[in-house]
Structure formats: structure tokens, C-alpha cells
């Protein structure tokens, strides 16, 4: 039995649906993701999610699969052992869920007027489970590039950047995302895990 159920099903659900896409009748491909003007003037709320399950190619799928299972394993087997199975995942699932939708939505409010933007991937999501990971381990060493630096030093530069990108409109990188699904993974394990502010502090006393 794995200890970090919630992430072997999301990964498993992220490659299944991407390669079904990849392969699949590509109107669907265009269905499914997230373009912001349809959300706001054509009500097509239900891209915000689904969109975060399709992947632009198989980079994009891979480093993204690659981020979830590094840190989500580890993550939620760690919500697992220190408040319990069940709720360790339930956690675990919905800090996933609340940092896609808030890189679903910051995607949409900035880019909604643009008939023409169209976005997808898990990186909303797996930036929160990042970001998440960070408030438990901040002096763990990450490695950016092959150059080794905090996990907290790495936090501010995620964000600093992603505001850069979202100001310059810095390649073809979903900027919004990346932020909106941080912030939301931050907020939403202060609030979900018990302690997890002190826990925090405690690396920096």
C-alpha cells in the first residue's frame, strides 16, 4: 500500500488524460483547455479544471510529473504520518485542488479580454504542492538548475519571477498560473494544517 495515494492517482490521471489528448481527436485538446475569454463570455467554468490535466507536450508532461512526484510523495506522506491516513490525504488532495484553481483563476483574470490565450498543464497545482512543501522544509536544499539554494530562497525567486514574466510577458510560460497556484497552496496549508504557521517559524528562531 503506497503512503502517498493522492499523488500516485494524480499522476497516474495527468499522464492517462495527457496521452489521451496527445492521441485522442485534437478537437477535444481545444475543448478542454483553458481559454479565459470562453470561461467569463461563454461560461465554460469547467476548463479551469480540466485544463489542468492536459499537457502541451511530453516536456511539459514530464517536468511537471517529475515536480508532483518529487515533492507530493514526500509531502503527503508526511501529512500521512503526522495527523493520519485519511485525513493526511484528504489534505493533501484539496491544497492540489485549491492551488489549480487558483492558478486557474489569476490565468483567467488577467487574460480573459484575449479571445486568442489559451493555456494548460498541472503547473498551477504543482506549484501550490511546492509551495506547500516549503512551509514544512524551508531550509532544505533544492536544486535550481543544478545550483543548489534553499527551498525559502527559492520560494522568493519563484515569485519575484513570476511577476517579472507576468509584467514582460516573458515566453510562452503560464506566469499566472505559477503564481496563483503558489499563493493558494501557501494560504491554503496555513489554514488546513494546524500548527503549520509554527512550524514555519520554528526553522527561522
Known amino acids: ?13 495527468n499522464i492517462a488524460i495527457s496521452l489521451w489528448a496527445f492521441y485522442g481527436n485534437p478537437i477535444y485538446f481545444q475543448k478542454f483547455s483553458e481559454w479565459p475569454y ?3 463570455y461563454e461560461k465554460s467554468f469547467y476548463q479551469i479544471i480540466t485544463s489542468a490535466f492536459l499537457h502541451a ?45 487558483a492558478g486557474s483563476l489569476l490565468t483567467v483574470l488577467f487574460h480573459f479580454k484575449d479571445p486568442n490565450y489559451v493555456a494548460v498543464g ?15 522544509f ?34 510562452n510560460i503560464g506566469h499566472e498560473a505559477h503564481l496563483g497556484g503558489a499563493v493558494g497552496g501557501f494560504i491554503s496549508t496555513l489554514i488546513l494544517i494546524n500548527g503549520s504557521f509554527k512550524i514555519l517559524l520554528s526553522h527561522f528562531q
Open 1 to 13: 500500500m503506497t503512503d502517498s495515494p493522492v499523488t500516485i492517482t494524480l499522476l497516474f490521471a
Open 122 to 136: 498541472a503547473s498551477g497545482a504543482v506549484s501550490g504542492i511546492v509551495f506547500s512543501y516549503i512551509i514544512f
Open 57 to 101: 507536450n511530453f516536456m511539459h508532461l514530464l517536468f511537471n510529473m517529475f515536480a508532483l512526484y518529487t515533492f507530493g510523495t514526500y509531502l503527503e506522506s508526511f501529512f500521512i504520518k503526522n495527523i493520519g491516513s485519511f485525513e493526511g490525504s484528504l489534505y493533501f488532495f484539496l491544497i492540489y485542488f485549491i492551488s489549480l484553481i
Open 138 to 171: 524551508p531550509k532544505d536544499m533544492l536544486y535550481v538548475f543544478f545550483i543548489p539554494m534553499p527551498a525559502y530562497l527559492f520560494a522568493v525567486l519563484w515569485i519575484g519571477f513570476s511577476i517579472y514574466g507576468m509584467k514582460s510577458k516573458l515566453g
Open 38 to 40: 470562453q470561461i467569463v
